[in-house]
């Protein structure tokens, strides 16, 4: 199966900030990436597609790209209502896997 | 409005069993694959099954033989048989749908989930 790494575990950041988070495959998934966003006691909120595309309603301040093994999902300006877990996961199986996420906390 | 709304989990003792509900309204059924996705209590997100609009079915390895997924498309009704229930297996379970007709491991609408705990 297909392991993904997610970089870093969590950060802090201040409202405005630009933030990066890193995902990376075990192996070349192409562009079949998708990213996840999770609040505490919520189901989770589908973002990007495909690597980079996307899902309609997403706020333009979310971005991605990455293609093969290393992605890459970038919130340019850091919103209080950001805060949250993030998750990638390949969609090359099945199975399908996520990365172990990461915490996004405002400073 | 796409909607879905899992029932069914409870306590079970280990060795239990169990079966989770997921009705969905507000898009063509048939039309999706559906998924069933588990959140472990503090723990990240793990896929555990798929079943595509017309029927075929898909689990992790760690369900595989235990864990049965069904759909009845003229109820838009989806269903996860839990056997053989293990400790581990207790998480939230969460109905997923699947983005685009025909397509597979993409997640774009989520119920609310409901709570499976394995403990004797």
């Known amino acids: 199966d297909i392991q993904m790494t997610q970089s870093p575990s969590s950060l802090s950041a201040s409202v405005g900030d630009r933030v990066t988070i890193t995902c990376r495959a075990s192996q070349d998934i192409n562009v079949w990436l998708n990213w996840y966003q999770q609040k505490p006691g919520r189901a989770p909120n589908f973002l990007i597609y495909a690597a980079s595309r996307l899902q309609s309603g997403v706020p333009s301040r979310f971005s991605a790209s990455g293609s093969g093994t290393d992605f890459t999902l970038t919130i340019s300006s850091l919103q209080p209502e950001d805060s949250a877990t993030y998750y990638c996961?390949?969609?090359?199986?099945?199975?399908?896997?996520f990365g172990q996420g990461t915490k996004v906390e405002i400073k | 409005e796409v909607e879905l709304l899992e029932s069914g989990g409870e306590y079970v003792p280990p060795g239990g069993s169990l079966r989770l509900s997921c009705a969905a309204s507000g898009f063509t059924f048939s039309d999706y694959a559906m998924n069933w996705v588990r959140q472990a209590p503090g723990k990240g997100l793990e896929w555990v099954s798929a079943v595509s609009g017309g029927g075929t079915t898909y689990y992790a390895d760690s369900v595989k033989g235990r864990f049965t997924i069904s759909r009845d498309n003229s109820k838009n009704t989806l269903h996860l048989q839990l056997n053989s229930l293990r400790s581990e297996d207790t998480a939230v379970y969460y109905c997923?749908?699947?983005?685009?007709?025909?397509?597979?491991?993409?997640?774009?609408?989520w119920g609310q989930g409901t709570l499976v705990t394995v403990s004797s």
């Open positions: 996961q390949e969609t090359y199986g099945p199975p399908y896997t």
């Open positions: 997923a749908k699947e983005r685009a007709v025909g397509g597979l491991g993409s997640f774009d609408h």
